[in-house]
């Protein structure tokens, strides 16, 4: 539980630079809180008003949106053994199938211990990130000029930090952040905004998987092992 509340903490707490990157991209404050009341899935949100500010439309954001919440399928796959809910309350679980909770979830020894993890990394993730999505959405509505604060960047910004960490111990995803920069890049002039980012994600089929190489500074760890 201590080290759950530590994480939902920590995490939450970027809600505020969604908030933000939310109102600047155009949605109003209560847009942007039913975004983060009912998505709830963090990257998929950024890559949503990401799309939206470069001007793209609700279908491409969403597409995006989807595209990376699809891995949620898969941590819900071993958490319904893990966790043994049945009935109603599986709605609400899946609600909460994210990365920080399945990864909390799967550290633990035992089924019991694994519940009361991910209920605590749950509750207090989902608190911390609405409750600083409102904070972060109505103090940069109240700035009025957000290009001169330099908010107008900060969902790109946040998103390429949230990649960085995924990039530093495995040479494939390393290539496949290339081809798919690359294939993006490609597409801008000729695509309208949303779609690249899709076209990009075809990287991922193109770039063959296997065993994991560690580059160089980075450990070894077979694709797929959990990252300390």
């Given amino acids: ?3 759950g509340l530590g994480m939902g903490v920590a995490v939450g707490l970027s809600g505020t ?6 109102v600047t991209a155009g949605l109003s404050v209560p847009q942007a809180c039913t975004l983060s009341l009912f998505a709830f899935t963090g990257a998929s949100q950024f890559a949503l008003v990401g799309v939206v500010a470069g001007g793209g439309g609700l279908a491409a954001g969403a597409a995006g949106a989807l595209l990376l919440g699809a891995r949620n399928t ?9 966790l043994h809910w049945r009935g109603p309350r599986r709605l609400l679980v899946a609600h909460g199938v994210i990365d920080e909770t399945a990864a909390g979830a799967f550290a633990q020894p035992t089924a019991a211990w694994a519940r009361t993890s991910f209920v605590t990394v749950f509750a207090s993730i989902y608190l911390v990130w609405n409750l600083t999505t409102l904070l972060g959405a109505l103090a940069t ?28 111990g495995n040479r494939r995803e390393q290539a ?11 597409a801008v002039p000729l695509a309208p905004p949303g779609v690249p980012v899709l076209l990009a994600s075809a990287a991922a089929l193109v770039v063959p998987s296997g065993a994991g190489e560690a580059a160089p500074g980075g450990e070894s ?4 092992e959990a990252r300390p």
């Fill in 221 to 224: 760890r077979k694709d797929g």
């Fill in 141 to 168: 509505e109240r700035i009025g000029d957000t290009d001169a604060f330099g908010l107008d960047a900060m969902s790109a910004a946040v998103f390429l930090a949230l990649v960085g960490t995924r990039l530093r």
């Fill in 176 to 186: 496949v952040a290339v081809l798919g920069a690359a294939i993006a890049l490609a």
């Fill in 17 to 22: 630079a969604f908030g933000a990157a939310a």
């Fill in 1 to 3: 539980m201590r080290d």
């Fill in 74 to 82: 898969l941590y819900g796959l071993r958490l319904a053994d893990l």
